[in-house]
Structure formats: structure tokens, C-alpha cells
């Protein structure tokens, strides 16, 4: 399947999720460079969060790789919180990853810019909440 980077504007790799592998790393430097390349992607991935992470598509709903393996992927089974700091990704009956988010750039006047835009992790929280959303971006 092809994933698209959430930390890299244009970057796209092809995950096995057999594996756990990422592998051929593309960039794009634009979206009609993309588009025209015919990528269509089934989800987005991020390692600055201390490990590889993805939220996916597969088989009609959404699938969040945590911690080396995939986990289904509701708003009822991931938790996303923010505490002094430091953020947590976790899944019902699975482990957690707590890391630091990067952070907006200060004084950053890009129109726009969110706050999930820099936490994958708020990300997959927002978008799992949000069944409209989701269909839109996801296709479920």
C-alpha cells in the first residue's frame, strides 16, 4: 500500500503491513507532479513520534500501526492525551508511545496551520472523532 508522510511535505513510501516495512521513499514537489504520477494513497505514517506509526485503510475501516503491529482503529479504542508536555498514542488492550510533539514554529504565519498539523498523534485522535472526516479522507 502507499502511504503519505505527515512529517514531510511530498514523501511517500510503499508499507507492507505483513512486515511492518516502509520502503522506496518517493517525493513529489508538487501535488500535480503527484497527481499526474497516479499515487493514490491509503493512509499516512510519521516516525517522529519514536517509533513508526501509520493510520491506514484496510478492509472498510481505519487501522492504526502502534508499536511494531496493527491495531483496529476507532474512536472508541485510541487515546490520544497531552500532559505537561509530553503526549500519548494508545490503544485499548495495547501498548502506548509517549513522546514530545514538535510543536508549532513560533511566530509561524502560515493561514491555517493546526495544531495536528505537528502531533500525528492529535491527528489520528481528531480524525477517528470525526466519522465525516474520515470518510472524506479515508474513503470509510
Known amino acids: ?15 507492507d503491513p505483513r512486515t511492518g516495512e516502509l520502503r522506496g ?4 514537489a508538487t ?3 503527484r497527481d499526474r ?10 516516525r517522529k513520534i519514536g517509533r513508526l506509526t501509520l493510520l491506514y485503510r484496510e478492509g472498510g475501516g481505519l487501522v492504526l500501526w502502534l508499536a511494531g503491529r496493527p491495531w483496529p482503529a476507532t474512536a472508541e479504542t485510541v487515546r490520544w ?13 495495547g501498548p502506548g ?4 510533539p514538535t510543536g508549532r514554529i ?15 498523534g492529535l491527528y489520528v ?16
Open 31 to 33: 501535488a500535480t507532479e
Open 125 to 140: 485522535h481528531n480524525v477517528l472523532a470525526d466519522p465525516a472526516r474520515a470518510s472524506r479522507i479515508f474513503g470509510v
Open 106 to 120: 513560533p511566530f509561524d504565519l502560515t493561514p491555517f496551520v493546526e495544531d495536528e498539523d505537528f502531533d500525528f
Open 81 to 93: 492525551s497531552k500532559r505537561l508536555g509530553l503526549a500519548t498514542l494508545s490503544v485499548d488492550g
Open 1 to 15: 500500500m502507499i502511504v503519505q508522510s505527515h512529517d514531510t511535505w511530498g514523501e511517500t513510501a510503499e508499507f
Open 25 to 28: 521513499v518517493t517525493s513529489y
Open 97 to 100: 508511545i509517549r513522546y514530545m
Open 37 to 46: 504520477a497516479g499515487v493514490a494513497f491509503d493512509g499516512l505514517y510519521t
